[in-house]
T-cell receptor, first 115, second 114 residues
Framework: DAGVTQSPTHLIKTRGQQVTLRCSPKSGHDTVSWYQQALGQGPQFIFQ???????QRGNFPDRFSGHQFPNYSSELNVNALLLGDSALYLC??????????????FGSGTQLSVL | SQQGEEDPQALSIQEGENATMNCSYK?????LQWYRQNSGRGLVHLILIRSNEREKHSGRLRVTLDTSKKSSSLLITASRAADTASYFC??????????????FGKGTKLSVIP
């Protein structure tokens, strides 16, 4: 049973460039959440996708956008990269149930460095 | 923003000792979860405690929740070197428009010395 997979594992970009990160959820999961984790900090919620729509969003600018495909996989796009966007980007999947006690399954993350 | 705040920020203990980490939060929650992260990689879910529960056990883990004080604690008994990791509490709370959001704290870095 494949867990959450993310690609690429590492990425180096320069300021002003655009980047796309990819995530495949755990088998059977229908919801994907994206988090940004700066060094020494906890993960910060970016947004969540369910049924191919953005269901909720954290306090991130419009430069951060996403997409969910019919097979539940997801992409995170960041435009006009800033030095402060350097971080570990984590994808997490979950399954919507009738009872809201969802736990998240995380991928290993994509380490983005902006130079 | 981060609702949960772990204490201490770092903890160093000898193998075999118990480790206790605390988490405080600010708003009403649906549940509180603890996660573990090794070396800046993906997080692993450890345990979930609902707002109407006061204590929960899972193997060597014991979690307590005090909603009146808006605080939780994670106890790891008989620690092992392999428990060395960062531990995060995450609060699941209503964020409006029928949605709930899981918000993480800054974490406690635990070092278990063999």
């Amino acid at each position: 049973d494949a867990g959450v997979t993310q690609s690429p594992t590492h990425l180096i970009k320069t300021r002003g460039q655009q980047v796309t990160l990819r995530c495949s959820p755990k088998s059977g999961h229908d919801t994907v959440s994206w988090y940004q984790q700066a060094l020494g900090q906890g993960p910060q919620f970016i947004f969540q996708y369910y049924e191919e729509e953005e269901r909720q969003r954290g306090n991130f600018p419009d430069r951060f956008s996403g997409h969910q495909f019919p097979n539940y996989s997801s992409e995170l796009n960041v435009n006009a990269l800033l030095l402060g966007d350097s971080a570990l980007y984590l994808c997490a999947s979950s399954l919507v149930t009738g009872v809201h006690d969802e736990k998240l399954f995380f991928g290993s993350g994509t380490q983005l460095s902006v130079l | 923003s981060q609702q949960g705040e772990e204490d201490p920020q770092a903890l160093s203990i000898q193998e075999g000792e118990n480790a206790t980490m605390n988490c405080s939060y600010k708003t009403s929650i649906n549940n509180l979860q603890w996660y573990r992260q090794n070396s800046g990689r993906g997080l692993v879910h450890l345990i979930l405690i609902r707002s109407n529960e006061r204590e929960k056990h899972s193997g060597r883990l014991r979690v307590t929740l005090d909603t009146s004080k808006k605080s939780s604690s994670l106890l790891i008994t008989a620690s092992r070197a392999a428990d060395t990791a960062s531990y995060f509490c995450a609060t699941d709370a209503y964020s409006g428009a029928g949605s709930y959001q899981l918000t993480f704290g800054k974490g406690t870095k635990l070092s278990v010395i063999p």
